[in-house]
């Protein structure tokens, strides 16, 4: 079965704030995908990252850092240096191939409030 | 990046009628369409996958003769909401992604606020 756990309903961070959105996943497939996506109040989800489960690689863009770790089956975001236009809801994701049916699980999603 | 257009943004109907929400993908070929639900301050909920040019898949609980989705050609969806009544209000959100892939990105629509009076 799959799942994604995002344990953080909401955070709340001051601008220029560091901060970290965890999210961890199970999964029996040695083959997955996961995904951040930022959903803004407008609603519209937007895609950040994808990573695949052969590609432990951290990797950075900008303000933006993703964290992946196979063996606590883990992949956390952080957003250095924050501002007010990050408050939103971030989305975790996991996508497996004939295991999980090709499907995509999303978690319950982190809101981050950033205050100016 | 892949655009992919929803519409309407906002509807409000009566009980008893009918709401068509129309999916494109204005840059790609979108082998398979998804539509979602989203509750307020919850998750994306899957209600069905549509592939073009054949019938659509429905999770579990979704009545697909509530909702009609249309997957008519590769850069359009729909999905009508037959007779709606008030507890089909909802947020509903369409994605698409160019192949029939699990890696596939899904690049998604901004949503239609459905309010049903």
């Known amino acids: 079965a799959q799942k994604v756990t995002q344990a953080q309903t909401e955070i709340s961070v001051v601008e220029k704030e560091d901060v970290t959105l965890d999210c961890v996943y199970e999964?029996?497939?040695?083959?997955?995908?996961l995904f951040w996506y930022k959903q803004p109040p407008s609603g519209e989800l937007v895609f950040l990252i994808r990573r695949n489960s052969f590609d432990e690689q951290n990797e950075i863009s900008g303000r933006y850092s993703w964290n992946f770790q196979k063996s606590t089956s883990s992949f956390n975001f952080t957003i250095t240096a924050s501002q007010v236009v990050d408050s939103a809801v971030y989305f975790c994701a996991l996508s497996e191939g004939e295991g999980g049916g090709f499907k995509t699980i999303f978690g319950a999603g982190t809101r981050l409030f950033v205050k100016a | 990046g892949a655009v992919v257009s929803q519409h309407p943004s906002r509807v409000i109907c009566k009980s008893g009628t009918s709401v068509k929400i129309e999916c494109r993908s204005l840059?790609?070929?979108?082998?398979?369409m998804f539509w979602y639900r989203q509750f307020p301050k919850q998750s994306l909920m899957l209600m069905a996958t549509s592939n073009e040019g054949s019938k659509a898949t429905y999770e579990q609980g979704v009545e697909k003769d509530k909702f009609l989705i249309n997957h008519a050609s590769l850069t359009l969806s729909t999905l009508t909401v037959t007779s709606a009544h008030p507890e089909d209000s909802s947020f509903y959100i369409c994605?698409?992604?160019?192949?029939?892939?699990?890696?596939?990105?899904?690049?998604f629509g901004a949503g239609t606020r459905l309010s049903v009076l």
């Open positions: 999964t029996r497939d040695t083959t997955y995908y």
């Open positions: 994605s698409a992604k160019p192949g029939t892939g699990f890696e596939d990105i899904q690049y």
């Open positions: 840059d790609f070929q979108a082998t398979t």
